[in-house]
């Protein structure tokens, strides 16, 4: 679905990300983790299409993407000020001008509002609610357009552990039930790991790239953590006992 080969990014002299080559399956959830300035979002906005870039990143037919980012951007805060509209925003994208919305497109958004259980939020501004909400209508707008490819820069990053999972538990539900490919950006190792097929570790390039499981046992990464800090980081414990 998704294929990288010696994909370099640079700001002036600073290296950003270096000679990234990977494949994702159409299909896959895939989490991305690494600590602050790894370039995490800069490679998903590359794939997004937002950031030029050295190298190759072919798709395969018909890719529609879905994209949310970290925050609230200024737009958001600004104007649209419904959740309805800015999940309308959604549609854009794929709109010739003049953009104008049909029929069609208000009953889309009615139903992505009721799949995400927030139709209630309609008429409510954005600035009302609370985090866990707003990220709810963010991932609405992204998935309003029907993507088969989802990419989200951090979206749980500001929630409570409750909010967390039961977005976790929404995202599990679209990638099953509508076999969409996620990418999903978090520093929380152990919570992501839990959900996705694979799991990248990056620091300006691939440490590791593979299920979440073998994640937890290589010794690249144990060389990397360190073995108590890698131990801890997948949460391999039951009482006193470890797995």
Request: with cysteine.
């Amino acid at each position: 679905m998704i294929e990288l080969k010696n994909v370099n990014i640079s700001y002036g002299k600073n290296i950003i990300l270096e000679n990234i080559s990977f494949k994702v399956l159409k299909g896959e959830y895939i989490g991305i983790v690494g600590p602050n300035g790894s370039g995490k979002s800069t490679l998903i906005k590359a794939i997004a299409g937002i950031l030029p870039y050295n190298g190759e990143i072919k798709f395969g037919e018909n890719i529609k993407i879905g994209y949310l980012q970290q925050n609230l951007t200024k737009n958001d805060v600004l104007f649209p000020a419904k959740v309805s509209e800015i999940v309308a925003a959604g549609l854009l994208v794929n709109k010739k001008f003049p953009r104008r919305y049909t029929k069609e497109d208000y009953e889309k958004i009615d139903e992505i509002l009721k799949k995400l259980n927030i139709y209630n939020l309609k008429d409510e501004k954005i600035l009302n609610l609370s985090g866990g909400q707003q990220q709810r209508v963010l991932l609405a707008r992204a998935l309003v357009s029907n993507p088969n490819l989802l990419i989200l820069d951090e979206p749980t990053s500001a929630l409570d552990p409750k909010v967390r999972n039961e977005f976790y538990e929404i995202l599990n539900k679209i990638h099953t039930e509508e076999n969409v490919t996620i990418l999903f950006i978090s520093h929380d190792i152990g919570s992501i790991g839990k959900h996705t097929n694979k799991m990248m570790y990056l620091d300006r390039k691939i440490i590791f790239y593979d299920t979440y499981d073998k994640f937890c046992k290589s010794d690249t990464m144990i060389a990397y953590f360190g073995y108590v800090s890698q131990h801890q980081f997948c949460w391999r414990h039951t009482d006193d006992k470890c797995n």
